[in-house]
């Protein structure tokens, strides 16, 4: 059995969030793969991912307020 892998490791990379990138190939992959096609989808997939989160996550404390907002001035009414 045959456990060698084939691995591309990236230092030195132009990112404020990503300081090293490690690839391990699958035995499927061909020769006419680009490891730098595959690394650039796969950082620009996860900035995306963490954007969206963050932008998740700063509406919030606005959603939260305005739910409480709305439960007062529905307690307000209801009296």
């Known amino acids: 059995m045959d456990t060698t892998k084939r691995v591309i490791i990236l230092n030195k990379?132009?990112?404020?969030?990503?300081?090293?990138?490690?690839?391990?190939?699958?035995?499927?992959?061909?020769?006419?793969?680009?490891?730098?096609?595959?690394?650039?989808?796969?950082?620009?997939?996860?900035?995306?991912?963490?954007?969206?989160?963050?932008?998740?996550h700063s509406l919030l404390p606005f959603i939260v307020t305005a739910l409480f907002a709305t439960g007062i001035a529905l307690a307000l009414i209801m009296q």
């Open 13 to 56: 990379l132009n990112s404020p969030a990503i300081a090293q990138a490690i690839f391990i190939l699958k035995d499927s992959c061909t020769d006419e793969f680009s490891a730098v096609s595959e690394a650039e989808r796969i950082v620009a997939e996860f900035m995306e991912k963490k954007t969206a989160e963050k932008r998740r």
